[in-house]
């Protein structure tokens, strides 16, 4: 990857809309070779997909919850169900496997604070293995999921 993909990668997370004519006027090149650039860069795995970004707010998800997670029992089994279990909740846009007091830290979005109370009661403390739950509410969103320093 050189400087050039670099760019296309910036010029990409900006605007994943950009027509190639654009982005290759953007990135200094022709259209031909910014279009092959692209397609490696896709067929390489560095661009994993294209989707729009939603405001969660006028779509109905107006409370963002940050979960601390942990388990009862440290286990490859254990981390595989909490992981699958964890991708299967569409409440969950972001898990991960932390190190500190949580074993796991949740990105929680849901419309308000009844139906966090139902995931949490109904789903999460239902999912076997967890032993503990620390919620943390977002009450001002500064920056999020902004682009990647390529």
Known sequence: MDS???RILAELQRDGRVSNVELAERVNLSPSP???RLKRLESEGL????????DRRKVGL????FL??????HSTETANALEKAFREMEEVVACHIVSGQAD??????VADLGAYERFLLDRLLGVAG???VRSNFAIHTVKSAGPLPV
Not at 47 to 53: C, K, M, P, Q, T
Not at 104 to 109: A, H, I, Q, W
């Open 130 to 132: 967890v032993s503990d």
């Open 34 to 36: 910014c279009l092959r």
């Open 4 to 6: 050039v993909d670099r």
């Open 47 to 54: 661009i994993a997909g294209y989707r729009a970004v939603l």
């Open 62 to 65: 107006g409370l963002t919850v």
């Open 104 to 109: 796991f830290l949740l990105e929680v979005v």
């Open 68 to 73: 601390e997670v942990k388990v009862e029992r």
